[in-house]
């Protein structure tokens, strides 16, 4: 995974000359932190990671230590980037399937494993994956000893990592910034769904004026809304039963689940169809099979003019009572309560009738106040699309500056103080 002309004062050499593998064990003594490696968050905690749920052994006797900056990886995903530095831990420690390794005082730790986790070095971890004799492609410690990188000094490799580690920290600022938006966004749909925005932008407050709600069977909601079910709200149109044979190279693209969850692949399709099976962009849909943390729901179809299939239903509002933007707003909002009447409804899965999903009940607010809602929620939005604009920015400074810096074709020149 060398360059082909690093700089003449960097070394060339192989990670076993520059690192050692450890295998101390926990033994009788207290129970340390257990780790797992995670290929977006590095070694972070099992009980964190899982959620609480135990996956370790009770007897951590046999497990690997992991000791501050010493770095583990899960020895059959290292080629996916599965590989952590652990900086938090006094002491800690990995399953025994773990590899474990330091490395030496003239190789600065957060250097190397932003050179690790760089994609010259899952490639090159890819190749001995691949020419492993274990049966499952493991990557162990020889042969992850016989990668070569480029070294510059160890005064340059701190200089670089902490370039790096300050972009990291902007791109996990932004991330928690986001997090910290979707948490409000669902809280702000909620009390704005269920309490309203008054002519004045405001939310109405059922402790202070509860003169202005009533109790229904919904609840608590303000007297000016009215109790509507979805399918009172709009109609919706089941798309095309479209056949494997029907599949072209050519014509008009048929939009299924894959491809609300994102994928440009398409298949294609140049004969007729009825004309609510077509789609255009900013139209309403609803995917009514599908799983619960995806493609089940509602969707403004952002993507090309094309075609639905038999999964997905195109939805035609009454917009004498419902604009296209609220309706999507409380579809979504309702999507546990469509979920949990669905006759197909599992754990991860949910595959709902037309009659399951229409008979649910919601409360609609007057027009004028859906459009006072809409642009309270729109601001949030853009709050939200601002950074992300930010953190995808950020990314690809961080990718380009990534290998430009550990290529050695941008250089990382001492402060005075430094030289000094």
Known sequence: MSNPTPPPEWLRTDLGSVTKEE??????????????????QGL????????????????????????????AYATNHLAEGSIGLQTRFSASCVSPIYTVF????????????????????????????????????????????????????????RRIAGILEMIDGAIRSTELVIEKL????????????????DENGQLRDPISHPEYFVDTELGSIPSEWAIR??????????????????????????IRIQNINGSSTFNYY?????????????DLIFAWSGTRDSSFGPTIWRGPDGLL???IFHVYENTDLVSRGFLHSLLAHNLERIATSAHGFKASFVHVKRGELTSVKVAVPTKAEQERI????????????????????????????????LAGRVRVPAHDEDAA
Not at 378 to 387: C, F, K
Request: hydrophobic residues 35%.
């Open 270 to 282: 140049d004969g007729p169809v009825p004309s609510h099976c077509e789609i255009m962009s900013g």
């Open 309 to 311: 299939n038999q999964h």
């Open 182 to 197: 979707e948490k409000i966004g669902e809280g702000l749909l909620r009390d704005l769904l269920t309490r309203g925005v």
């Open 102 to 157: 330091s490395c030496h005082v003239s190789v600065d730790p957060g250097f190397l494993f932003r050179v690790l986790k760089s994609p010259v070095a899952t490639a090159a971890f890819q190749l001995h994956e691949q020419a492993s004799v274990d049966r499952r492609g493991a990557v162990r410690y020889r042969d992850f000893a016989k990668v070569t990188i480029d070294l510059p000094p160890i005064d340059e490799q």
């Open 44 to 71: 972070v905690p099992s009980d964190e990671f899982f959620k609480n749920r135990t996956i370790y052994s009770a007897d951590l006797s046999n497990y690997k230590s992991v000791s501050r900056n010493w770095f």
């Open 23 to 40: 295998k101390d064990r926990v033994g009788a003594g207290p129970a340390p932190v257990v780790l797992s490696s995670t290929k977006h």
């Open 229 to 254: 079910s979805f399918g009172e709200l709009a109609d919706y149109l089941n798309g095309y039963a479209f056949k494997p044979g029907d599949w072209k190279d050519a014509g008009r693209p048929i």
């Open 374 to 405: 809409l642009r309270v929620l729109q601001d949030h939005e853009e709050l939200s699309s601002n950074e992300f604009r930010t953190l995808k920015s950020l990314r690809a400074i961080k990718e380009g500056l990534l290998d430009d810096l």
